[in-house]
């Protein structure tokens, strides 16, 4: 096979998300909260379309904006359905982000005319047209693929989060007592997570759609966790895996002829599927010989 | 008007057709959603109701229509598998359950969205519909949908019925069903099949991305009402049956508008209301028990300061004094004092405020329940006097008129409390 520009643009774009995600994802499922995950790239939506209309462009900061503050709301909502409430804290989940949803859909068919998004760039983005979305300057000059920007700069943004509060998140993680009591601010760490995951929602959006972003951010991490129980380990597996499930996911789309996001969730599942194979039957076998 | 009159008519047999499919499937999603809500199951429906588009892509793949028979069979298939998946993965691996639910919902969707896109791809025409198992669309119901829905809705309603106290006990004490020979394993495949075509029903009218909430959303709504099965299935069925067939009015008078989020947004509304004002449930009503529960406390603590200050110089406080004692709380602390004396429990005199005899002897009860139970504590819990004081702050408000007397009798009517303070009883002066 030859080398082909584009591809090559689609799968650094992708595997750039699949990191951005797998960081931030890694402790998602550490603190159970995978399914907060899903609620919030449902939750988006409304904010996106939202600040789509009053701003009337794709690519600003608003629609940025607009999605973190519908994420961090979700949450928000969620807890105080739960807490407040009382409301069982699955139901809480479930009740929230279909009705955000339901709000962002609704819009989004209300204003199909005026805004240039439609239901399947929400459930898959459209990461194909990357090479042809370019970022021109006023003078002229093409900078290259505007997406690929985008996901630089949430790469970058997510590494240095992880940086700067690795300690915080990774206590706050695994022994939340114990955080409060030097002084962390469990909620505090939560809800910036929360503000990054909508970020990061948002800034993979375009590329890769609302749903499809949750296997990202939950399935490269899940295959790390059954494979070793150390927390650096386990973020380099999460990158690793994520940049071959961009590779891969992208080739089997060409073959097959279909969404590259969808083939992604799909190579990230056969990845699971050995990482499950592997902890459940291999490590016996391991045991077993050396017994 | 109009339009909502002819469809409610019923003059139209084709809305005939899309009400009485979109209530049977209502009223099963309903039911189901009741159990799984209360197993603590609700986003299992969510993974199932996404799991079922591969399956659906797959049936239309294979038989190259929207022919129901093959679409209701690939739905159930993947359906079935995810739900099989996420309890193998679940039990056998250290994953936690939120995260399999999770990752097998995104990538049996994202293998879904694969095969749509690539159906798309082929541009074959029948296949203009097939959009519509996303978001749903109840006015495409035709005759051939409404007799394969119907009839699998149908189903998981009777099945639902003839085991309801199998599966209630299942859900409530599986242990007991277990220790009482019930086959707790069969009864759960049951009940799981039965969860994944309660979704499969779904997909036509309400799309695989929402149907989750037409599971959750009427059992959470029904949950703030009532704390009887039965009652909450009969609720949850309300309120599915009205925004079920309210989503399909709405798509009926905007006909480029899908049902599935309409229904999601009316069921939501339902159960938004509940969260608030649903009767001794809802926030509304616990907070203002909650806020006549802090006055009472407030109040009584008022008349045992007077009655404290009396005991010692026996005469009244004046109201500086009073609200003195209540530091922070001054206005409130004025507010409940004018409401004792509406209340006859309290008189003010120019320079005093001082006990009326019926607040006096209020005042007394509280004492006497308070040093009563300071008595109980270190009796019969041994605990040293100055431990007791704390507990008893609480209790005072607490005891009622038939714990005060058996509290009395097993204590043999005690004189004085712990710290040598009489207790005051009704007949001295």
Same mark, same amino acid.
């Given at each position: 096979?030859?080398?082909?520009?584009? !591809?090559?643009?689609?799968?650094?774009?992708?595997?750039?998300?699949?990191?951005?995600?797998? @960081?931030?994802?890694?402790?998602?499922?550490?603190?159970?909260?995978?399914?907060?995950?899903?609620?919030?790239?449902? !939750?988006?939506?409304?904010?996106?379309?939202?600040?789509?209309?009053?701003?009337?462009?794709?690519?600003?900061?608003?629609?940025? +904006?607009?999605?973190?503050?519908?994420?961090?709301?979700?949450?928000?909502?969620?807890?105080?359905?739960?807490? =407040?409430?009382?409301?069982?804290?699955?139901?809480?989940?479930?009740?929230?982000?279909?009705?955000?949803?339901?709000?962002?859909?609704?819009?989004?068919?209300?204003?199909?005319?005026?805004?240039?998004?439609?239901?399947?760039?929400? @459930?898959?983005?459209?990461?194909?047209?990357?090479?042809?979305?370019?970022?021109?300057?006023?003078?002229?000059? +093409?900078?290259?693929?505007?997406?690929?920007?985008?996901?630089?700069?949430?790469?970058?943004?997510?590494?240095?989060?992880?940086?700067?509060?690795?300690?915080?998140?990774?206590?706050?993680?695994?022994?939340?007592?114990?955080?409060?009591?030097?002084?962390?601010?469990?909620?505090?760490?939560?809800?910036? *997570?929360?503000?990054?995951?909508?970020?990061?929602?948002?800034?993979?959006?375009?590329?890769?759609?609302?749903?499809?972003?949750?296997?990202?951010?939950?399935?490269?991490?899940?295959? !790390?966790?059954?494979?070793?129980?150390? *927390? =650096?380990?386990?973020?380099?597996?999460?990158?690793?895996?994520?940049? &071959?499930?961009?590779?891969?996911?992208?080739?089997?789309?060409?073959?097959?002829?279909?969404?590259? !996001?969808?083939?992604?969730?799909?190579?990230?599942?056969?990845?699971? *599927?050995?990482?499950?194979?592997?902890?459940?039957?291999?490590?016996?076998?391991?045991? &077993?010989?050396?017994? | 008007?109009?339009?909502?009159?002819?469809?409610?008519?019923?003059?139209?047999?084709?809305?005939?057709?899309?009400?009485?499919?979109?209530?049977?499937?209502?009223?099963?999603?309903?039911?189901?959603?009741?159990?799984?809500?209360?197993?603590?199951?609700?986003?299992?429906?969510?993974?199932?109701?996404?799991?079922?588009?591969?399956?659906?892509?797959?049936?239309?793949?294979?038989?190259?229509?929207?022919?129901?028979?093959?679409?209701?069979? #690939?739905?159930?298939?993947?359906?079935? $598998?995810?739900?099989?998946?996420?309890?193998?993965?679940?039990?056998?691996?250290?994953?936690?359950?939120?995260?399999?639910?999770?990752?097998?919902?995104?990538?049996?969707?994202?293998?879904?969205?694969?095969?749509?896109?690539?159906?798309?791809?082929?541009?074959?025409?029948?296949?203009?519909?097939?959009?519509?198992?996303?978001? #749903?669309?109840? $006015?495409?119901?035709?005759?051939?949908?409404?007799?394969?829905?119907?009839?699998?809705?149908?189903?998981?309603?009777?099945?639902?019925?003839?085991?309801?106290?199998?599966?209630?006990?299942?859900?409530?004490?599986?242990?007991?069903?277990?220790?009482?020979?019930?086959?707790?394993?069969?009864?759960?495949?049951?009940?799981?099949?039965?969860?994944?075509?309660?979704?499969?029903?779904?997909?036509?009218?309400?799309?695989?991305?929402?149907?989750?909430?037409?599971?959750?959303?009427?059992?959470?709504?029904?949950?703030?009402?009532?704390?009887?099965?039965?009652?909450?299935?009969?609720?949850?069925?309300?309120?599915?049956?009205?925004?079920?067939?309210?989503?399909?009015?709405?798509?009926?008078?905007?006909?480029?508008?899908?049902?599935?989020?309409?229904?999601?947004?009316?069921?939501?509304?339902?159960?938004?209301?509940?969260?608030?004002?649903?009767?001794?449930?809802?926030?509304?009503? %616990?907070?203002?028990?909650?806020?006549?529960?802090?006055?009472?406390?407030?109040?009584?603590?008022?008349?045992?300061?007077?009655?404290?200050?009396?005991?010692? /110089?026996?005469?009244?406080?004046?109201?500086?004094?009073?609200?003195?004692?209540?530091?922070?709380?001054?206005?409130?602390?004025?507010?409940?004092?004018?409401?004792?004396?509406? /209340?006859?429990?309290?008189?003010?005199?120019?320079?005093?405020?001082?006990?009326?005899?019926?607040?006096?002897?209020?005042? /007394?009860?509280?004492? %006497?329940?308070?040093?009563?139970?300071?008595?109980?504590?270190?009796?019969?819990?041994?605990?040293?006097?100055?431990?007791?004081?704390?507990?008893?702050?609480?209790?005072?408000?607490?005891?009622?008129?038939?714990?005060?007397?058996?509290?009395?009798?097993?204590?043999?009517?005690?004189?004085?409390?712990?710290?040598?303070?009489?207790?005051? %009883?009704?007949?001295?002066?």
């Amino acid at each position: 096979m030859t080398f082909d520009h584009n !591809a090559f643009l689609i799968i650094i774009t992708g595997a750039l998300i699949a990191i951005s995600c797998g @960081l931030l994802g890694t402790f998602l499922i550490l603190r159970r909260m995978a399914m907060i995950g899903d609620a919030i790239s449902h !939750a988006v939506l409304p904010g996106i379309v939202l600040a789509f209309l009053f701003s009337q462009q794709r690519e600003g900061i608003a629609v940025i +904006i607009g999605a973190g503050v519908l994420g961090i709301i979700a949450t928000l909502i969620i807890d105080y359905l739960s807490t =407040k409430i009382k409301l069982q804290h699955d139901a809480s989940i479930g009740v929230t982000f279909t009705w955000l949803f339901a709000i962002g859909i609704i819009l989004i068919t209300l204003f199909a005319g005026q805004i240039d998004l439609d239901q399947d760039c929400v @459930l898959y983005g459209e990461i194909a047209y990357i090479p042809i979305d370019l970022w021109i300057l006023p003078n002229g000059t +093409i900078m290259g693929p505007r997406v690929l920007y985008v996901a630089l700069i949430n790469v970058i943004l997510v590494i240095f989060f992880i940086m700067y509060l690795f300690k915080e998140l990774k206590i706050t993680s695994f022994d939340a007592e114990f955080a409060s009591s030097i002084g962390i601010s469990t909620g505090i760490i939560n809800l910036s *997570l929360m503000g990054m995951v909508s970020y990061t929602t948002v800034s993979s959006f375009e590329a890769v759609g609302a749903i499809l972003v949750l296997a990202l951010l939950v399935v490269p991490p899940a295959t !790390a966790y059954l494979l070793t129980s150390n *927390l =650096k380990r386990m973020i380099l597996y999460t990158l690793i895996i994520g940049v &071959f499930t961009s590779l891969i996911g992208y080739y089997v789309a060409y073959y097959i002829n279909g969404s590259i !996001a969808g083939a992604m969730a799909g190579v990230s599942g056969i990845f699971l *599927l050995f990482a499950i194979i592997y902890s459940n039957f291999a490590k016996r076998i391991i045991i &077993f010989s050396k017994a | 008007m109009e339009e909502f009159i002819y469809f409610f008519s019923f003059k139209d047999p084709n809305i005939v057709l899309v009400v009485a499919g979109i209530s049977l499937l209502s009223i099963s999603a309903a039911m189901v959603g009741t159990f799984t809500f209360l197993d603590k199951k609700a986003l299992v429906g969510d993974a199932i109701s996404h799991a079922v588009l591969p399956g659906v892509c797959m049936a239309f793949m294979f038989a190259g229509n929207k022919n129901p028979y093959w679409i209701v069979l #690939g739905a159930f298939t993947t359906g079935a $598998i995810s739900t099989y998946c996420i309890s193998y993965i679940s039990t056998t691996t250290k994953l936690k359950e939120d995260t399999v639910i999770a990752a097998v919902l995104s990538i049996f969707f994202g293998v879904g969205i694969l095969l749509l896109t690539q159906l798309q791809q082929t541009g074959n025409a029948a296949l203009s519909g097939l959009d519509h198992f996303l978001f #749903g669309n109840a $006015i495409a119901i035709v005759w051939e949908d409404l007799i394969v829905y119907g009839f699998i809705a149908s189903f998981v309603i009777i099945i639902l019925l003839v085991f309801y106290k199998e599966f209630k006990l299942i859900i409530f004490n599986a242990h007991f069903a277990e220790s009482v020979g019930m086959p707790v394993r069969i009864l759960r495949f049951v009940f799981n099949s039965l969860l994944v075509l309660a979704v499969v029903t779904g997909i036509q009218a309400i799309g695989v991305v929402l149907m989750a909430a037409l599971l959750i959303t009427p059992a959470a709504a029904a949950r703030f009402w009532t704390n009887k099965l039965h009652v909450m299935l009969l609720l949850a069925v309300t309120f599915a049956l009205f925004s079920g067939v309210a989503g399909a009015y709405i798509s009926y008078v905007i006909p480029k508008m899908p049902t599935g989020p309409w229904v999601v947004m009316v069921i939501s509304f339902l159960a938004f209301i509940s969260f608030f004002f649903a009767k001794k449930k809802g926030m509304v009503s %616990r907070w203002y028990s909650q806020r006549k529960y802090q006055k009472k406390i407030h109040m009584d603590h008022i008349l045992k300061t007077l009655f404290l200050h009396w005991e010692k /110089k026996q005469q009244g406080m004046t109201q500086g004094e009073l609200i003195n004692q209540f530091q922070g709380k001054a206005s409130t602390t004025r507010q409940y004092i004018n409401h004792l004396i509406n /209340k006859d429990h309290l008189s003010a005199t120019e320079h005093y405020i001082t006990l009326t005899p019926s607040g006096f002897t209020e005042a /007394k009860r509280i004492v %006497r329940l308070h040093r009563l139970w300071e008595v109980y504590l270190s009796k019969y819990l041994n605990l040293a006097p100055d431990h007791v004081h704390d507990m008893a702050e609480k209790m005072e408000h607490l005891l009622t008129p038939d714990l005060e007397a058996q509290l009395e009798a097993s204590l043999d009517y005690p004189a004085t409390d712990p710290h040598q303070s009489t207790i005051p %009883r009704d007949h001295d002066v």
